[in-house]
Nanobody
Framework: QVQLVESGGGLVQPGGSLRLSCAVSGFTFSSYAMRWVRRTPGKGIEWVSDISGGGSTYYADSVKGRFTISRDNAKNTVYLQMNSLKPADTAVYYC??????????????WGQGTQVTVSS
């Protein structure tokens, strides 16, 4: 069955960096778009970034220029490199599997999430 397992979260000071990973199994990873979203108590679920099966990338304005999404199809893993972190980036981060190769087809499965806390 489809499994998505996030890792890499933690506590970091403002201005710091983290790299999140989402290891997947149960489907042909290279054929599907992937997404990162985050959940905060105040804002609910917020879209962060997408990557298509072909490697095209898309970012929310709030993270553009600071976050980079990438994928390693040989490792069945999608990454989110987060630089210049701000307290507002504090959230639980989830990866999601696309229904098809491009984000426009939608997303279905979720991982369990990884907590990112940005605080001094």
């Amino acid at each position: 069955q489809v499994q998505l397992v996030e890792s890499g979260g933690g506590l970091v000071q403002p201005g710091g960096s983290l790299r999140l990973s989402c290891a997947v199994s149960g489907f042909t990873f290279s054929s599907y778009a992937m997404r990162w979203v985050r959940r905060t108590p105040g804002k609910g679920i917020e879209w962060v970034s997408d990557i298509s099966g072909g490697g095209s990338t898309y970012y929310a304005d709030s993270v553009k220029g600071r976050f980079t999404i990438s994928r390693d199809n040989a490792k069945n893993t999608v990454y989110l490199q987060m630089n210049s972190l701000k307290p507002a980036d504090t959230a639980v981060y989830y990866c999601r599997k696309g229904v098809g190769g491009i984000p426009q087809y939608g997303f279905d499965s979720w991982g369990q999430g990884t907590q990112v806390t940005v605080s001094s």
